[in-house]
């Protein structure tokens, strides 16, 4: 097994990643089928999702550049990043994976930095989960120790203050707490289109479209250093 040479990735340490998703009791990628038909039905609605999850940039030429990869604690702050992105029209495409809390972010962060090695920036948002500015620096300096262990030393973090539903306005806003997805809705849709508004309420909405910024104006062979 030490000889094994994989010829698709070139860690092995990816199928680790592959090996803990497989695992998970939801959002796994394991969707069984009974039959050609049912296999092509339900392929094509992957296909989907996974499609919702990328937003484009503006010009056709620019849909060949490396994305920018955002990874988030969950589904809500995905749908938040997409609306941001959108608002932004971004020169890269933007790729935002759900890493389902932030116990799992950085469990598992030196894993998904080499796993998306090939994007062009990674950027790690999640929630402070207070607004005491003693505890956020505890969390920022976790987190770099990490990142200064993995093999993408150029990871940005931005920790939404005190959690990411406050950039829509609402900190008592949780998707589970709702029935319908109206409100989620609306919310968005007054974070898009009044975006400046939210921004200057928000110090640490301002710095992720600040690192967003940043990753999208560089060229491309100066993203993605080699450790």
Partial sequence: MADFKPAHVDDLRVFDL????????KDNWIIPFESAVDFLKKLEKWLAVADSSMVPPLTSEA???????????GRTDADVVKAIAGRLALNRPLSVVVAEGKRAIL?????????FKNSAAVVVLADADTSDVT?????????????????RRDTRLVLAVPEIEAWLGKTDFRRGRIRHYNKLFEELHDLETKLDEHVRANPSLKEFIEVLRTFDREPENTLNPEP
């Fill in 135 to 151: 505890e956020i620096e505890i969390q920022k300096a976790q987190f770099q120790r990490i990142i200064q262990e993995s093999e």
């Fill in 63 to 73: 849909r060949g550049r490396n994305p920018i990869t955002v990874i988030v604690e």
């Fill in 18 to 25: 592959l090996d803990w998703i497989t695992h998970r009791p």
């Fill in 107 to 115: 469990g598992n962060l030196k894993v998904y930095t080499r796993a």
